[in-house]
């Protein structure tokens, strides 16, 4: 038997013909870029998060990029977040010329400590930016009662958090800003890049809307004002057959050409139909798998914080010291696992000027050298399941001593 990892092919055949009648209907009306279908999808992912904002942009990392600049992070700036994460969360706080300061991570979460989060606070820090790993939310009530009492702006992580929620607040809803990846391995993918911006804050929003295409005309305006009290007034007439907006030729700030496909959009509206259902499947998932392999001597199972936390599960993540010698053993047996993340962000060479070193953060080393995750997409059939901690089961036992 052979388990993927992943396999997208299995969820496009439970949403195929929904999905092929709408990529044809908006092939046919000739709309590729913006329109109503990324409207549409907006409102609706801001009524799904529970926000009055959503703002579509090309990817979970554009997103990430845009909602640090529209909240007025700058050159010399620091802004606190974790080093056990995917690269880009870290790479966007560099490229807006602000300082990543990593933190380390609670172990049994994997997700940053807000414990340690003060001791690094500066005259210079100005965000945090938690991720919510591996679909848990960070401890969200803490993070932002921290950020109450030092005056910053909380940016949420929550590329592979959508869905996730604490006490029925979902991911994206609880700091200033939320983030997300539609990348196609996610819990809710297009099929190709795209990402999402969320917030209640107005003035965010028209930034974030005039960041993501060129800084230019109308959004552009008002958000040159809002950044830099800069006031304008826009010239040029309306054109006639309303197709063309003339008001795009007038740039207000330099920006970026950060759009949703309105082909995406589509399949991202009909896949949010499903995604609640999917993010059940996959919490089945992951108790059956903490309930076969939550005793195994030498494998270390994902831990859930208290508080009415509820994950969605991206990945599922077990700890165990023999790292390698797991994957290549379920490797040998055609099980596909993955090894997130092999080298913590503080230890990256391209955060080499940062001077961290090894030792420095101990827990997200330990983690970045233990975790290992196992198949956990909705479309895995029990015996697949069963297959899987077998063999977790046999390897753990011929390691006993």
Request: hydrophobic share 40%.
């Amino acid at each position: 038997m052979e388990v993927k990892i992943l396999d997208l092919t299995r969820q496009y055949e439970t949403i195929r013909e929904d999905v092929e009648r709408a990529v044809c209907e908006q092939m046919a009306g000739g709309m590729y870029i913006g329109g109503q279908a990324v409207a549409d999808f907006e409102q609706r992912f801001a009524e799904y998060i529970g926000v009055k904002h959503a703002v579509s942009v090309n990817s979970g990392t554009d997103a990430l990029v845009i909602a640090l600049r529209a909240l007025g992070i700058r050159a010399g700036d620091e802004v606190i977040t974790t080093p056990f994460t995917f690269f880009a969360t870290a790479e966007a706080i560099a490229m807006v010329g602000a300082v990543p300061v990593f933190v380390d991570v609670e172990e049994d979460t994997y997700n940053i400590d807000p414990l340690k989060i003060e001791e690094r606070i500066t005259g210079k820090t100005r965000a945090i930016l938690p991720v919510h790993i591996f679909g848990q939310p960070a401890d969200m009530d803490k993070i932002m009662e921290i950020a109450r009492q030092n005056n910053l702006s909380v940016i949420e992580d929550a590329c592979q958090a959508a869905g996730a929620a604490i006490s029925g607040v979902k991911a994206g809803a609880m700091g200033n800003v939320g983030c997300f990846s539609f990348f196609p391995t996610k819990n809710l993918g297009a099929f190709g890049d795209g990402g999402m911006i969320t917030t209640n804050d107005d003035s965010v929003a028209t930034i974030c809307r005039a960041l993501k295409e060129h800084g230019m005309a109308q959004n552009g305006a008002k958000a040159r004002y809002l950044l830099d009290g800069v006031e304008d007034e826009l010239e040029g007439t309306v054109s006639p057959d309303g197709l063309y907006n003339p008001y795009k030729y007038y740039n207000y700030l330099i920006g970026y050409n950060s759009r949703l496909d309105a082909l995406q959009a589509r399949v991202l509206g009909i896949k949010l139909k499903y995604l609640d259902r999917f993010n059940r499947r996959r919490g089945e998932i992951a108790a059956f798998y903490e309930k076969e392999l939550g005793h195994c001597q030498g494998i270390v199972t994902p831990k859930v914080r208290d508080g009415g936390v509820s994950p969605v599960w991206h990945q599922y993540a077990l700890k165990c010291g023999e790292k390698d010698a797991l994957g290549n053993y379920l490797a040998a047996q055609r099980i596909g696992s993955a090894a997130f993340y092999p080298v913590p962000l503080h230890l990256q060479k391209a955060f080499g000027y940062l001077g961290y070193r090894k030792g420095d953060l101990p827990a997200a080393e330990r983690l970045a050298g233990q975790t290992v995750c196992l198949p956990i997409y909705p479309e895995l059939k029990q015996e697949e399941l069963e297959y899987v901690v077998s063999h977790v089961r046999k390897f753990a036992k011929s390691q006993e001593r």
